[in-house]
Every structure is written in C-alpha cells, then in structure tokens.
C-alpha cells in the first residue's frame, strides 16, 4: 500500500514510516498529515509490525504546517484549527498503538515536528539533529500534544523554561533533560535505530501495549487503582503466547523467542 508523502518499509516486524512533504522541512500540509495517519493506523493494526519507527527525509525530522498558505489574521482560526484536529488524530494514534513507537530524529524538528519527536516510547536523536518549539515565534500556542508530553518528561518548571523562553535544544540538551533517549552521531544513527527498533520488535509485544497503557493511566489513578490495574494486567498477560515462551526460556536458562501473540 502506498501513502501519499510517507514512504513505509517493513523490514523484521518493524514498520519505518518517513515523512517525505512536498514542502521544505517535511512541513505538515494535509496531503502529508492525511498519509502519514493511514500509515500509522495501518501500522499500528498490523499484526506483523511489533514496532513502528517514524522519521523524515533527508535533513529534517518534520516542521509545523507551511505559514505561506496563512493570511496572519483571525480568518486563519478555522483552518488553524482543523489542521491541528488532523495532526491530533495522528498523535493519539502513536500514543495509543499496542506496540513501542521510536522517533528517529535525523534533522530539524521544530513546531508539529517537535511534538511529534518527543512523543515516541523511545527518541534517537542525531546529533546533527536540533529541536526547536517554535510557536511563540509566530505569536502561537503549540499543538501536537507538546503542552501534555513536555511537562510530563520534563517537570512543569524546565516545561515553562522550554515553551516559554523558546530556545532551540541541541541533542546533548535533550538527552540530558530527559526528553531524547540517546544522542547519536550522524554516520552511526541509522544503523543504531534499526538496532533498537528490532531489539523492541523482538520482545514481548502484547506486554509492551499493555505497559505502555499502564504508564499513560499511571496519571490519572491512585496507588491503589494503578496496583489494581497491574495485577489484572499482569494476570492477562499469561493468556499470552510469549509468556509461555518467556516462562519455558526462564528455565531453560536459553533467550525467549518471543513472536508477538
């Protein structure tokens, strides 16, 4: 299947979806939002893919939507708005898929790029990659889950540093503030990606979901609803083909061939 502006690979149970827009920095138009959402949800349904990997093409990660197309007055409101409703979709996606999600930054990810980075399970950065906020310089608020998953990664207070002063991050800066997993340089990043993404495609699918979904209603229970939560999770996750697995490897003091079911 193709998706207009995202090129998909399947290679090893992971799904590499690049962002190739037309417009400079894979900027988000709606020919690029509306692609890269069937290539998530595609992705995200596929039994096969037990991982799925976004980056973009060449020296960029992803920008926001392209400003020329805006007139810079209250008339761009309702398009501002179905915009990011588009975008949003594509973000819940990603946050809500039952399998780990890695951004692979290459290049610049600034605006709608920028909160797409930072919300993966596991960020790679390149460190000829640089992260950028950026709304405030066009006198706007961000969008893309960045005013949720900043604060949460990061503390409230660097959250306000960050989206307020607007400064750009350079990999070390967001590695070191907890918002990249790991900086890596530019001629090894492609090759560590896909050793991580096949690392994470190779273990325990169904308890990764089930983990992710644990750690996004972590935020919203109490000590005893969460512990409650763990044991029935735990308690399904022996319905699981990979338990038995993992369980029999246990024992035999052997690695778990863990396929995802």
């Not at 690029?32 to 959402?37: A, I, K, W």
């Not at 405030?136 to 706007?140: I, K, N, T, Y």
């Not at 604060?151 to 503390?155: A, N």
């Given at each position: 299947m193709t998706y207009e502006n995202v090129n998909v690979r399947r290679e090893n149970g992971v799904a590499y979806l690049t962002m190739e827009g037309a417009n400079a920095l894979n900027a988000l138009d709606d020919a690029?939002?509306?692609?890269?959402?069937a290539a998530v949800t595609d992705a995200a349904e596929d039994d096969e893919v037990r991982c799925i990997v976004l980056t973009g093409d060449g020296?960029?990660?992803g920008a926001g939507a392209d400003l020329a197309q805006f007139d810079g007055d209250e008339s761009d409101a309702p398009e501002l708005r179905r915009l990011?409703?588009?975008l949003h979709d594509v973000v819940l996606q990603l946050h809500q898929a039952p399998k780990p999600?890695?951004?692979?930054?290459n290049g610049v990810a600034a605006g709608a790029g920028f909160s797409l980075a930072i919300g993966g399970d596991i960020v790679v950065v390149s460190e000829d990659a640089a992260l950028s906020y950026a709304y405030?310089?066009?006198?706007?608020t961000g969008d893309g889950g960045s005013t949720f998953f900043l604060?949460?990664?990061?503390?409230l207070r660097a959250a306000k540093e960050i989206l307020l002063l607007d400064g750009d991050l350079t990999p070390a800066d967001a590695v070191d503030l907890g918002i990249a997993t790991e900086a890596v340089p530019a001629d090894e990043f492609d090759d560590r990606v896909t050793e991580l993404a096949e690392r994470l495609a190779a273990g325990p699918t169904k308890a990764f979901g089930a983990t992710k979904r644990l750690m996004t209603e972590s935020f919203e229970n109490s000590l005893a609803e969460q512990l409650s939560l763990e044991a029935e999770a735990m308690a399904d996750a022996t319905h699981t083909e990979d338990y038995a697995r993992g369980h029999a490897a246990f024992f035999e003091k052997d690695d778990p061939d863990f396929v995802g079911k």
């Open positions: 690029t939002t509306d692609g890269l959402m020296d960029a990660f990011a409703a588009a999600v890695l951004t692979a930054v405030p310089r066009v006198g706007l604060p949460r990664l990061v503390g």
